[in-house]
């Protein structure tokens, strides 16, 4: 009697390890999907680097990561998806309205800060890049990395644009971003909020007289087909966040997790390099297409740079970030 019930004791004692084992095991094989949308064409840098992004998951998961990439807002404009995301009908999102994301991404935004890619990298690598990133998650979202989403350029059907002078009466288009709107007031321009995949049609029509945009979307979307003139003034950086929703992220194991957060920098490191190795292509593109470009001199700059000086101010007065925390950010790009 003792040995059957030293017998049965032993079985409760394994069973309940074999079960647990058994799920380990489930939760090991699972296969996961992984939606992303974003709203560039198939030939946009975007895309082309989240084709690395899903080769590097997909690989280094052994397929328990499946990547499924709808491009073109073939899944609702970019408002619409970060909406999803948040909800849990899409996994994934690569695009801006920085603000529904988080708004402390409109710090990278302000007009004329970074000189180049390499200084604004050098932020999303800081501690203060990390702290931007962990501020999306109040929103439900998990920010996984943030690269260079291209310096923007204004092109126009109008006339040349050397001074903000020239920007006032004139209807430009743009994302719902504030800072954007806020820079296009500021140098004198009337902002017209008109979604990305509708923006051609509206410059063909005249809806806008013109938009911003970096070279690689103007070319991409073949914005220089209904515009005269282009000023190449880099105005603004811009951030290129890769998201998943937070309670997708928190559901999947921790070396999937790994995997997922190693590949978004993998995708941010395809994308810049794309952006910087295109920027050549893009541009000639956009002359070949009849554009005439000018860009400003040191002086006519600096009068840019002095009329979106408030811009600064009441992004500050608004609360959305401190002034440390731009007077962290140029020390750290200016390093």
């Given amino acids: 009697?003792?040995?059957?019930?030293?017998?049965?004791?032993?079985?409760?004692?394994?069973v309940p390890l074999l079960f647990a084992n058994g799920q380990d095991e489930q939760a090991t094989q699972k296969v996961y999907t992984l939606k992303v949308g974003h709203a560039s064409t198939t030939e946009s840098t975007r895309h082309k680097a989240l084709l690395e992004f899903k080769k590097y998951v997909e690989e280094k998961s052994e397929g328990r990561l499946q990547i499924e990439i709808y491009p073109a807002a073939t899944l609702g404009n970019e408002s619409d998806m970060i909406e999803a995301m948040k909800l849990g009908t899409l996994e994934m999102f690569v695009g801006g309205v920085f603000a529904s994301q988080s708004p402390m991404l409109?710090?990278?935004?302000?007009?004329?800060?970074?000189?180049?890619?390499?200084?604004?990298?050098?932020?999303?690598?800081?501690?203060?890049?990390?702290?931007?990133?962990?501020?999306?998650?109040?929103?439900?979202?998990?920010?996984?990395?943030?690269?260079?989403?291209?310096?923007?350029?204004?092109?126009?059907?109008?006339?040349?644009?050397?001074?903000?002078?020239?920007?006032?009466?004139?209807?430009?288009?743009?994302?719902?971003?504030?800072?954007?709107?806020?820079?296009?007031?500021?140098?004198?321009?009337?902002?017209?909020?008109?979604?990305?995949?509708?923006?051609?049609?509206?410059?063909?029509?005249?809806?806008?007289?013109g938009q911003e945009n970096p070279l690689a979307n103007i070319g991409d979307m073949k914005f220089y087909e209904v515009q005269k003139y282009m000023t190449l003034i880099d105005y603004q950086f811009h951030p290129e966040p890769i998201d998943m929703g937070l309670d997708m992220w928190n559901s999947l194991p921790a070396d999937l997790q790994q995997i997922i957060q190693d590949g978004a920098w993998v995708y941010t490191d395809a994308q810049n390099k794309l952006r910087r190795d295109l920027n050549d292509y893009?541009?000639?593109?956009?002359v070949k297409g009849g554009v005439q470009v000018y860009k400003p001199t040191s002086a006519e700059r600096a009068l840019f740079v002095k009329a979106c000086e408030p811009v600064y101010k009441y992004f500050v007065d608004k609360g959305t970030f401190k002034q440390s925390d731009l007077d962290e950010m140029r020390a750290i790009a200016s390093k």
Wanted: hydrophobic share 40%; aromatic share 8%; glycine share 8%.
């Fill in 1 to 14: 009697m003792k040995k059957i019930v030293s017998l049965v004791l032993c079985l409760l004692m394994v």
């Fill in 106 to 209: 409109e710090i990278y935004l302000m007009p004329f800060f970074f000189p180049t890619q390499a200084d604004l990298m050098k932020v999303s690598h800081s501690e203060l890049g990390k702290r931007i990133m962990q501020s999306a998650e109040p929103y439900g979202i998990k920010m996984l990395a943030i690269g260079d989403g291209g310096s923007r350029q204004i092109t126009n059907n109008a006339h040349p644009i050397k001074t903000p002078g020239d920007m006032k009466g004139l209807k430009i288009r743009t994302p719902p971003i504030e800072s954007i709107i806020k820079s296009m007031e500021a140098m004198g321009a009337s902002a017209v909020s008109i979604p990305y995949g509708d923006t051609y049609m509206a410059l063909k029509t005249n809806v806008a007289d």
């Fill in 282 to 286: 893009y541009y000639d593109m956009i």
